[in-house]
């Protein structure tokens, strides 16, 4: 079996425990990270609701669509535009990202924008650093499990 194919196959299982995970446990999900009823906790809802549909829509696409679009899993690599610096990141769950900045939660500033993007897209993200614009050059998928 070609090594794409099992790539994407082992993508589709994990998108499709993401959607139990996010959608039908969301409300524990939200409790877990945002226990506080709040703007932030309204942000994230409508995030996970737009993220979950999406994923539901990709999931009945060719197995290049649904990897060409970030997702829970992506290995990101993108372009800064406003300095000469490329980095690498995989979108994860909050409990599985690392301080060492390659695992980065989706949850995170930047994790959470370029959730749903394309290759080619630049996203501009607000850090604690301050404003950053990114192009997303390359999606690849990588293996992640989605913490409970």
Request: proline letters at 4%.
């Amino acid at each position: 079996m070609n090594r794409r194919k099992v790539s994407s196959d082992q993508f589709r299982d994990q998108l499709i425990h993401q959607l139990t995970t996010l959608g039908e446990e969301k409300k524990q999900f939200l409790d877990a990270y945002f226990p506080v009823y709040g703007q932030k906790r309204n942000e994230i809802n409508k995030l996970l609701t737009t993220y979950t549909l999406q994923v539901k829509k990709l999931l009945e696409l060719s197995d290049d669509q649904l990897l060409d679009t970030v997702l829970i899993g992506s290995r990101v690599r993108v372009a800064y535009l406003n300095k000469p610096t490329i980095d690498t990141f995989i979108i994860d769950h909050p409990r599985l990202s690392n301080l060492s900045g390659d695992r980065i939660s989706f949850l995170s500033p930047i994790g959470s924008q370029l959730l749903l993007s394309s290759p080619g897209d630049v996203v501009t993200v607000e850090t604690p650093t301050g404003v950053a614009r990114m192009r997303i050059l390359e999606i690849r998928f990588a293996s992640i499990r989605m913490a409970s």
